[in-house]
């Protein structure tokens, strides 16, 4: 089943100007309009929020905008200059996201996410990194992901807010109380059908299709055609010109799994030529298949480190064969290094002198491309006592550092993620409990260790700067072993609530 | 005149069988845990390398498995290279980890969503070679899921370690069913060592062996692993021979 994610950047051009600036940009309050000349007029071609927000609107005549807003910012547009923009922004996705991503102008970026999505934690997880990565440099973003490019785009740009996700196989339901606009109909087509009294989506889909193609044109049947997911609208991937890639064409299509596995094996040796000239090793790879029906099959692996071995690549490109649906047969194969970086080269240690580790770094390559690549990870020490906070993860191929964590105190092998309440008898401030209940079974305490005092991190938050929790290791009769805590010194009110949680289980 | 079957005695038979199994078992070497004991337990004194063992907790253990969670800490700080450890829930505390001879720098943890993936992971891991243990934390394990795993190990160094959890105790019922594991093992807790001083001591396990291929089943209590990852004889049984010969008699089982 195709997804697709469709990301509208609703004040793309303003929001480029901005970045374009810096330092010098108009602040983020001052309404900014970008104009340019309509026939003879002066009209607004682009409004950020704060010009939105003062009630302006794109196609307003400069003039009355002017009236509109006292002390607006008028600038120049110059689209060519936002259409090129926008393509290195189709550019930057394909590097981080999916395989197959193409701009979609004049204010979004089309993606196909077919099988790219776990690898970034699911859908709503995928759309969320990519609308923050957005937001963080400055563009306001909105995305959905549907079956479709058309259902896509039009909830990108009616649903959104600013994210949305739409059931797999959701057919005519996701886009059938959207205004018309939102098919992707000329401006004049639903103006002419808003007369006729049709508002939304649903009210074409209830009118035989064939007299409304008669009177409106293919474009009507073309566009609900595309919204439904009814009809085929491929996606042109982009190509960035300095991207490196190799490309099979084949005589008769190709389909069967051994057939793939072999051409695999030769576009990455040819894909490793390339690299080799140029001094790189690859560290995403994606592998196009375009079919005869005029659909792309795509499949994008990652390694930890830059890698120009092609029994490697193959291999890891093999492994997720299963996920290509040849169809009626693959005509065209190409594999691209969509991110490559230099490949540092290493002196190999002296197998006689003394042992040299293995090297797993394939192993978490493959599994990466399995689980995804947040889902493979080291733990650190971080240097806090906050149990909770003394962890943190790093990419699992970073190089070792020898740091653990102090040993002090015995620490649970399990932690809770959440510290549990417990009811507890236990004298204050300073004894262990005498008794506990957990879970709805009550233990007698046996023996027990603490406190040990954890204190707030004041430098975090201002409510932690009194905050401390006193931990102890309790066992009970049947010898198992609990970390619980109290929170507060057991006198002070203000240190806490001096109730019991349970944030741990020894072995 | 040729040799009718029956002539074979008991001990010709069983070193035929010695030499078909020449190239895996013999070659295979094992990783004792450094008390006499528990190791003339096992065959070849020592937990199997290029195998594929089983732990579970004992009891209400089971649950959240700690004590067999650093039962597998302490066998995987024991062998040599990276440990892969595949989850499905990440409630596992890394510097206890640490505490028990695990640093930090030589697990790689792997969140699977499901039982399947982490069976994959760790098949995956174990193939490799490269690795010192691949543990995973599994609820359900079936025949051939176990003798996959156990055909990754075999001819590696790796130890593969399949780690039984289950949130309901009345799952536990699919740890009855027989697997391909080399050993199976159960570590539940026992009220720790007595110290002098109010106070909890070092940890202390009931670690039973309920199943070891070519062996025989026993049970020991131990005291937990410490921060290298050996397990110990508690040191009063060790100098409370009348003690220690009782538990041993209960321990033919």
């Keep these: 089943m195709t997804r697709v994610v469709s990301l509208f950047l609703p004040t793309w051009s303003t929001d480029r100007l901005r970045r374009k600036a810096g330092d010098a940009a108009p602040p983020a309050e001052a309404p900014l309009v970008l104009i340019g000349r309509e026939e003879s007029r002066r009209v607004v071609l682009a409004a950020d929020a704060a010009a939105h927000a003062a009630g302006l609107h794109v196609g307003m005549p400069v003039t009355k905008a002017q009236v509109l807003v006292p002390g607006l910012i008028i600038q120049d547009a110059d689209p060519a200059a936002d259409t090129e923009a926008l393509e290195r922004l189709a550019a930057w996705v394909l590097q981080r996201f999916a395989p197959i991503v193409a701009a979609d102008p004049p204010d979004g970026i089309v993606i196909d996410s077919t099988g790219a999505d776990h690898l970034h934690g699911g859908e709503p997880a995928m759309l969320d990194a990519l609308i923050g990565r957005l937001l963080m440099s400055g563009v306001a973003a909105r995305a959905a992901v549907a079956d479709s490019w058309g259902a896509a785009h039009a909830l990108a740009r009616y649903v959104a807010r600013p994210t949305f996700v739409a059931p797999l196989g959701h057919g005519a339901s996701a886009i059938a109380?959207?205004?018309?606009?939102?098919?992707?109909?000329?401006?004049s087509m639903s103006a002419d059908l808003r007369v006729l009294g049709f508002e939304r989506v649903d009210d074409i889909l209830a009118q035989p299709r064939a007299p409304m193609i008669l009177r409106f044109g293919p474009e009507l049947g073309r566009r609900l055609g595309q919204a439904l997911g009814q009809s085929a609208e491929p996606i042109e991937p982009i190509r960035p010109p300095d991207l490196i890639e190799v490309r099979r064409a084949f005589a008769e299509p190709i389909g069967a799994v051994e057939t793939i596995a072999r051409y695999i094996g030769k576009l990455a040796i040819d894909l490793c030529t390339a690299l080799k000239d140029k001094g790189l090793g690859a560290r995403r790879l994606d592998l196009l298949c375009h079919r005869v029906d005029n659909r792309v099959q795509a499949v994008r692996v990652g390694t930890a480190q830059p890698v120009r071995d092609s029994k490697r690549l193959t291999r890891l490109l093999c492994d997720r064969i299963e996920t290509i649906d040849p169809g009626f047969g693959i005509e065209v194969m190409t594999l691209a290094a969509t991110i490559a970086e230099p490949l540092a080269c290493r002196q190999l240690i002296s197998s006689l002198v003394e042992e040299t580790a293995p090297d797993i770094s394939d192993l978490v390559d493959t599994l990466a491309n399995r689980v995804g690549e947040r889902a493979i990870y080291r733990i650190a020490p971080v240097s806090s006592d906050v149990p909770e906070r003394s962890v943190r993860r790093i990419p699992a191929m970073a190089p070792d550092n020898a740091a653990t964590w102090p040993n002090h105190w015995p620490r649970p092998a399990r932690l809770l993620a959440r510290p549990e309440p417990i009811e507890i008898v236990a004298l204050l401030?300073?004894?262990?409990?005498?008794?506990?209940?957990?879970r709805g079974i009550r233990r007698r305490v046996k023996r027990a260790d603490g406190p040990e005092r954890v204190f707030g991190e004041w430098w975090r938050r201002d409510a932690e700067l009194a905050a401390v929790r006193d931990y102890f290791r309790i066992e009970d009769d049947a010898g198992e072993r609990y970390w619980v805590y109290r929170s507060g010194d057991g006198e002070d009110a203000s240190t806490g609530s001096h109730r019991w949680y349970l944030h741990g289980v020894f072995g | 005149m040729s040799t009718p079957a029956g002539r074979f005695t008991v001990s010709e038979l069983r070193e035929r069988i010695a030499r078909f199994e020449d190239g895996s078992a013999h070659a295979r070497t094992v990783l004792p845990?450094?008390?006499?004991?528990?190791?003339?337990r096992l065959p070849s004194g020592g937990l199997a390398l290029g195998a594929f063992h089983e732990v579970a907790g004992g009891g209400n253990g089971a649950i959240d498995g700690a004590a067999a969670a650093l039962f597998a800490a302490g066998v995987a700080a024991r062998t040599?290279?990276?440990v892969l450890w595949c989850i499905t829930r990440p409630d596992l505390f890394a510097p206890a980890l640490a505490q028990a001879g695990l640093a930090p720098d030589?697990?790689?943890?792997?969140?699977?969503g499901d039982d399947k993936t982490v069976l994959a992971c760790m098949e995956e891991g174990l193939r490799h070679g490269g690795l010192g243990a691949a543990v995973g934390e599994v609820a359900r394990l079936s025949m051939t899921a176990s003798?996959?795993?156990?055909l990754a190990a075999e001819?590696?160094?790796?130890?593969?370690?399949?780690?039984?959890?289950?949130r309901r105790q009345t799952e536990a019922a699919d740890f009855g069913q027989p697997t391909a594991a080399m050993t199976r093992w159960r570590v539940s807790v026992l009220p720790s060592t007595p110290l002098p001083v109010p106070g909890v001591g070092r940890h202390r396990w009931l670690v039973e062996l309920i199943r070891a291929r070519a062996g025989e089943s026993a049970d020991f209590e131990l005291e937990a692993c410490d921060d290298t990852g050996r397990l110990a004889l508690p040191a009063d049984l060790v100098h409370r021979p009348a003690a220690a010969e009782g538990w041993r008699r209960g321990a033919s089982g």
């Design chain 1, 177 to 187: 109380h959207l205004p018309l606009e939102a098919i992707r109909l000329p401006a």
């Design chain 1, 429 to 438: 401030p300073d004894h262990p409990p005498v008794s506990f209940t957990w």
């Design chain 2, 80 to 82: 040599k290279g990276k």
């Design chain 2, 147 to 150: 003798r996959r795993l156990q």
């Design chain 2, 33 to 40: 845990f450094g008390i006499p004991d528990l190791d003339a």
């Design chain 2, 155 to 166: 001819g590696k160094s790796t130890i593969g370690i399949a780690l039984r959890r289950w």
């Design chain 2, 106 to 112: 030589r697990v790689i943890y792997v969140e699977a």
